[in-house]
């Protein structure tokens, strides 16, 4: 298995928030496999607007076993986007343990249960920007320094979403963020490219995780026909906006896209935006 990873990213190390399931642990997984050590932090915290359960301690604990189980090494932690000096200090500790930082994947997101503009409370538009793009900006601001200090370059991968390239309709708050993240990525992509540091931006379409499969609140956007929409009901509609015909794609799916990115075979790529998305971003009607 090890002369299988690339030689480029062998010994390497990366920090991912929301790592504790989902996309941020199918980076882990795929950059593990690689050989790259992972430093990542998850919140471990429940939203009071948000209809569905976030990662908890033991999904924390399982993606380490799963790391370590791959031949990478771990150090993971809870920590929350919005709290600097909790992410500044997993930070501190992932570079005090393994020596060096060399990737970031700013994953760590949620998804409000949607309505019109006017129908959002305050509340729960304070908690999609300040995870979604405060945390975004939070864990930018801590990581940069890191990598600058290695003096050997780096690579960070943002996630958006196909809501940060287009307008859809019920989730303006969602929206906002992910149009905000492209606009900090794009930024800072020019702030450090003569150093070496590339930074690029995934916007995933649907995708198969609790975001979406345990989103109940937000079936009603897909199948406004329907009094209490399952997911199964939701899967036709979901199908119907993509181009390829599958419902969503897979965590995997976006970590592939993530580690070619992160990767030497990405080298001269910077300030792009990689829609994984089945062709939606594209559809004309």
């Not at 199918?26 to 690689?34: F, G, I, K, P, V």
């Not at 993971?76 to 992932?94: E, I, P």
Request: glycine letters at 10%; aromatic letters at 6%.
């Amino acid at each position: 298995m090890t002369s299988s990873r690339p030689s480029s990213m062998q010994g390497k190390v990366a920090f991912i928030t929301g790592v504790g399931r989902g996309q941020g642990r199918s980076h882990a997984l795929q950059l593990a496999e690689r050989g790259v050590d992972i430093v990542g932090v998850d919140a471990l915290v429940d939203f009071d607007t948000i209809p569905y359960a976030m990662a908890g301690a033991d999904d924390l604990a399982e993606t380490t076993q799963l790391i370590e189980k791959a031949g990478a090494r771990a150090l993971l932690r809870r920590a929350d986007v919005r709290d600097r000096a909790a992410l500044q200090g997993a930070v501190d500790a992932g570079v005090a343990e393994f020596g060096r930082l060399d990737y970031v994947a700013a994953n760590a997101g949620i998804s409000p249960p949607g309505g019109k503009l006017w129908e959002i409370p305050p509340s729960e538009w304070d908690d999609v920007i300040a995870v979604n793009l405060t945390g975004v900006f939070h864990t930018l601001a801590v990581t940069v320094p890191a990598i600058r200090a290695g003096g050997r370059g780096g690579s960070i991968v943002v996630t958006s979403s196909g809501a940060g390239l287009k307008a859809i309709q019920h989730l303006a708050d969602y929206n906002a963020s992910k149009h905000g993240v492209i606009g900090l990525a794009m930024t800072l992509a020019n702030e450090v490219a003569a150093e070496g540091i590339r930074v690029n931006v995934i916007a995933p379409g649907t995708v198969g995780t609790p975001m979406v499969t345990a989103n109940v609140d937000q079936f009603p956007i897909f199948r406004p026909d329907l009094e209490n929409p399952t997911l199964e009901d939701c899967k036709p509609a979901f199908a119907s906006m993509m181009p390829m015909g599958e419902p969503w794609v897979e965590p995997e799916d976006i970590s592939r896209a993530l580690v070619w990115l992160l990767s030497d075979d990405a080298r001269y790529v910077t300030g792009a935006v990689l829609p994984v998305d089945q062709g939606s971003n594209n559809r004309v009607i």
